[in-house]
């Protein structure tokens, strides 16, 4: 069983969501070879927080390396397979989540009370 160490924004989106005591999974198998960094299942909500440089925030990374490009195809089509299979997707930056995670968890509890 693969278990992966927490990076620091998903520790910071981590103790919000415990501190405000919502129910979560954490590296959640969606389906074999996907799994997402959290997810809220009675609501078929997930999130993905997603680091500037490895998932390739377009604000900040205009020209890319081979490597950004790939990431971002796949990116995109791992949230289409999840899509397809009934789940709604949110993704957040690194740089929103270290600039205010009480905002990005706002978020995420506005799309479970919908």
């Not at 919000?16 to 960094?37: H, N, S, T």
């Not at 390739?56 to 397979?81: A, T």
């Not at 009934?86 to 905002?103: C, P, Q």
């Amino acid at each position: 069983m693969f278990l992966a160490v927490p990076t620091s924004i998903e520790i910071k989106m981590l103790e919000e969501l415990r501190k405000r005591k919502i129910g979560f999974k954490y590296q959640y198998k969606v389906m074999d070879g996907v799994v997402a960094d959290f997810a809220f299942p009675r609501s078929r909500l997930i999130v993905e927080c997603d680091g500037d440089y490895w998932h390739v925030n377009p604000k900040k990374y205009k020209k890319l390396s081979r490597y950004q490009k790939m990431k971002r195809l796949e990116d995109k089509e791992r949230q289409e397979l999840i899509e397809m299979a009934g789940w709604k997707v949110l993704r957040f930056w690194e740089n929103e989540i270290n600039r205010d995670v009480t905002s990005v968890v706002n978020k995420i509890e506005k799309s479970l009370k919908l």
